[in-house]
């Protein structure tokens, strides 16, 4: 078992499958602490049928639809950020207007579509065995944009995740910092695709990120357990959808529900939580 399973990592398809998940672990992951901590899911929503929207525009215009994908990514990162800014408009309300009127105009795109829809759903759900050498190199080139772009600005961002108004008041750029997110955003959905896929993707911007709020309050580590969980999901779902021929998008997402579940059900910080409960309980009892 163990040859055989040294053998298929010597076939290029599963290198480059096994290289997208620690790619798409990662970046989606760093991007999870983000939209996890500023309360701002619909993000990832928004961002994953922008993409698929982009995708299916591409297909038939017969222009490449991965760049069509991230072209509307990021004219809808350009939208979001000064919409939640200078309207009255609570972000979450704009962001769950933009994603409804995305999920229209991407399946309305699946409808108009005269040839087979093969492609179109390969976007949709993911297909890591069926990556190429390109395909690796823009997720390698988004995903060091995004490192780099975390390292630098770490405090920057930990003042914006604390609080926006407070990071503007002391001299924070928190504008160029939440407007740089959401480009990155878009550029991760868009370059993952076809990893994970324009609908499932949304799950990887979301879990990791909340794995990491059950087990720590440490910012960095915050990062480093999200990052972990998020590569470790892909990584695992790979796994899982060779071993039982499965769809390798819906494995990925279905391993990333399954670490949170463990996360959660093992949460020191929800034992802590209860802990306190009851002491209070017991102490104002005792009154």
């Not at 620690?22 to 619909?42: E, R, T």
């Not at 580590?221 to 999901?233: K, L, P, V």
Request: proline letters at 3%.
């Amino acid at each position: 078992m163990t040859e055989h399973f040294i053998d298929v990592l010597t076939y290029p398809p599963i290198q480059r499958a096994a290289i997208a998940c620690v790619l798409c672990g990662a970046s989606c992951s760093l991007l999870s602490v983000f939209i996890v901590l500023m309360k701002m899911p619909l993000i990832g929503v928004s961002m994953s049928h922008a993409a698929f929207a982009g995708a299916v525009l591409g297909m038939l215009l017969d222009i490449n639809p991965l760049v069509t994908g991230f072209i509307l990514c990021l004219l809808v990162a350009g939208v979001l950020g000064p919409l939640s800014d200078r309207t009255d408009i609570a972000p979450e309300n704009i962001l769950g207007i933009m994603f409804s009127f995305l999920m229209g105009l991407a399946f309305l795109g699946m409808g108009i579509l005269t040839r087979t829809k093969a492609s179109a759903l390969n976007l949709m759900w993911g297909s890591l065995l069926s990556l190429s050498g390109s395909d690796i190199m823009v997720l390698t080139c988004v995903t060091s944009i995004l490192v780099l772009f975390v390292l630098l600005f770490f405090k920057e961002i930990r003042s914006v995740l604390f609080n926006r108004r407070l990071a503007g008041a002391s001299g924070v750029p928190e504008r160029m910092v939440y407007y740089a997110l959401l480009f990155l955003t878009g550029a991760v959905v868009s370059s993952n695709l076809a990893t994970v896929g324009g609908l499932l993707i949304f799950a990887l911007l979301v879990q990791p990120g909340a794995t990491a709020l059950q087990l720590t309050y440490n910012l960095k580590y915050f990062f480093i357990i999200s990052a972990a969980s998020g590569i470790g999901a892909c990584i695992s779902g790979l796994i899982v959808s060779y071993i039982f021929d499965l769809p390798s998008g819906a494995s990925v997402v279905l391993m990333a529900t399954a670490i949170f579940a463990a996360a959660y059900i093992f949460s020191p910080k929800r034992r802590m939580t209860k802990l306190k409960k009851r002491s209070m309980s017991h102490e104002h009892g005792t009154r």
